[in-house]
């Protein structure tokens, strides 16, 4: 895993002073680091019945309809408001200063689906948790949650307990 971290730029002061961004089109643009990373998320779950995977926009579309390819599962985008054309469930959840909301088509998870989160990045978890609470209020059940990058210091696991929680690096 420390050849993955090595292609993860640190941008420091990005979006804003203080904080140091991590980012991932370095590794995504590197063919064997981009395949490691799909193989490493492939083999975490390998063996499990899959029925969707579920991205989360933005950077969680870079992993989501890979892993959803390499598992046989389909795939089922999570959007901001306004982005999806037909019906919708909506989940608000809070952000250190206010609210956010995510969407999911209301037909996208029937009851009793198996379902796998993907996303780049487990931060404060607040965005996870929120999506995990869209899946399950449509009936489907969360499987486990996989990252490719946690940042430890935020402590995003408090936000998601007894949840099956992977991430491929640690910051």
Known sequence: MTELKSLIREVPDFPKPGINFYDITTLLKDPAGWR??????KAHYAG????????IE???FFFA???????G????PVRKPGKLPAETETV????EYGTDRLQMHKDAIGPGMKVLIIDDVLATGGTAAAVAQLV??????????????E???????AKLPGRELFSLLHY
């Not at 399950?136 to 990058?149: N, P, Q, Y």
């Not at 940042?151 to 696991?157: K, S, T, V």
Request: cysteine-free; overall charge negative; aromatic content about 10%.
């Open 36 to 41: 490691a990373t799909i193989d490493a998320l």
């Open 48 to 55: 499990i019945a899959v029925d969707v995977v579920v991205g």
């Open 58 to 60: 933005a950077r969680g």
């Open 65 to 71: 309809p890979a892993m959803a390819y390499a598992l």
């Open 73 to 76: 599962a389909g795939f089922v």
């Open 92 to 95: 608000e959840y809070a952000l």
């Open 136 to 149: 399950e209020r449509l009936g489907g059940t969360v499987l486990g949650l996989g990252f490719v990058i």
């Open 151 to 157: 940042l430890d210091f935020l402590n995003g696991r």
